[in-house]
């Protein structure tokens, strides 16, 4: 089987549980670290899938592996080359296949639910399940690309998922592990500060901390069953 491309935009922003997922189902996968100099490959049809991780910049910016990115993505999809994003990954998918990524109307930080929408691509993704918590970071959010189907929305973001094909872009992060949880809040630290009183969808480091290891335990379990229905499309 060919591995999955995993692509990964700052140090602290790896594939987190979702390298843990592939492994345990045997599906093997090869890092590409972009924030540290690493290329973005030409050819997708290298892999079995692609995946994107988040950032701390924007799709907007002007960064010289972002169009080597949007044109991988694009011949991906042309190629049915199964697409995953995460949060920044989530807006380079929406980019690439005809949405925009624009400023949401306030930042995201820490725990959050979302709903799930009633329909039949939804269901597909997530069965029974009408409403769920997930991590937050993001100021940014992407509008849907031409055909895509909004599965995910929050109250404070629109749109938290969205699929096309077999192809699955989220804005909010399912991949955290508590450690992630932890070096972020340590990192962004004066991030949080700023935004505590500007947005009423920003957790403090000692909210977010609360009962941690159950929060993400649960988070595993809908990533369990996203991860798990992403798969299915991966070539064998």
Same mark, same amino acid.
């Given at each position: ?21 592939? &492994? ?36 907007? &910016? ?175």
């Amino acid at each position: 089987m060919k591995p999955v491309a995993i692509f990964r935009h700052a140090p602290s922003e790896g594939p987190g549980y979702f390298a843990t997922f592939l &492994d345990r189902h045997g599906i093997p996968w090869q890092l590409f670290r972009i924030d540290a100099g690493d290329a973005v490959p030409a050819d997708p049809h290298r892999f079995s899938g692609l995946a994107f991780m988040g950032g701390p910049m924007s799709v907007n &910016d002007d960064l010289p592996w972002i169009p080597h990115t949007l044109d991988l993505i694009r011949l991906a999809a042309s190629a049915g080359i199964p697409l995953l994003g995460h949060c920044l990954g989530g807006q380079l998918m929406a980019r690439a296949l005809g949405g925009t990524v624009i400023r949401n109307p306030v930042k995201e930080i820490g725990w959050g639910e979302v709903m799930v929408a009633a329909d039949a691509v939804a269901h597909a993704w997530f069965g029974d399940a009408t409403q769920f918590t997930v991590f937050h970071w993001h100021g940014e959010t992407f509008t849907l690309p031409p055909g895509a189907t909004c599965i995910l929305s929050s109250p404070h973001c629109r749109n938290q998922a969205f699929v096309l094909g077999k192809n699955l872009a989220l804005q909010c992060h399912v991949e955290m592990t508590e450690e992630m949880v932890k070096e972020w809040y340590t990192l962004g630290a004066d991030e949080v500060a700023a935004a505590l009183g500007s947005s009423p969808a920003v957790q403090d480091a000692e909210a977010a901390s609360a009962n941690l290891e159950q929060r993400v335990a649960r988070l595993h379990a809908v990533a369990d069953w996203l991860y798990g229905h992403w798969i299915e499309a991966l070539p064998k």
